[in-house]
């Protein structure tokens, strides 16, 4: 079993940049996919970014292709999403979630979550 936390998020204007940071215990973190999933007030929690367990693949939803990037350290248990060129569009809660093996982009596949930071992007 994995714990994940996230950290890094707060108000930003539009334009902006933010890094999150999802931390996570456990001695196996190599063995992971990590997404990012976001959650905006009223809306259904969507796929944002994944990495595999290695770090060697990356996928993107078309919204934030070019604009984030996601990465891990996994000497450091920690995996990022750094986000620049904020939009007001991006304000949301952002979660990371893991799962054993390969990524899967849907949250339903995902067991493991963390609580979640909050981005805001002012216009």
């Known amino acids: 079993q994995v714990q994940l936390v996230e950290t890094g998020g707060g108000l930003v204007q539009a334009g902006g940049s933010l890094r999150l940071s999802c931390a996570a215990s456990?001695?196996?973190?190599?063995?992971?996919?990590i997404d990012w999933f976001r959650q905006a007030p009223g809306k259904e929690r969507e796929f944002v970014a994944a990495?595999?367990?290695?770090?060697?693949?990356?996928y993107y939803t078309d919204s934030v292709k070019g604009r984030f990037t996601i990465s891990r350290d996994n000497a450091k248990n920690t995996v990022y999403l750094q986000m620049n060129r904020l939009k007001p569009e991006d304000t949301a809660a952002y979660y990371c979630?893991?799962?054993?093996?390969?990524?899967?982009?849907?949250?339903?596949?995902?067991?493991?979550w963390g609580k979640g930071t909050l981005v805001t992007v002012s216009s």
């Open positions: 979630a893991a799962t054993l093996g390969s990524p899967v982009f849907t949250p339903g596949g995902m067991p493991y």
């Open positions: 456990g001695r196996t973190f190599s063995a992971y996919a």
């Open positions: 990495i595999t367990r290695s770090g060697d693949s990356t």
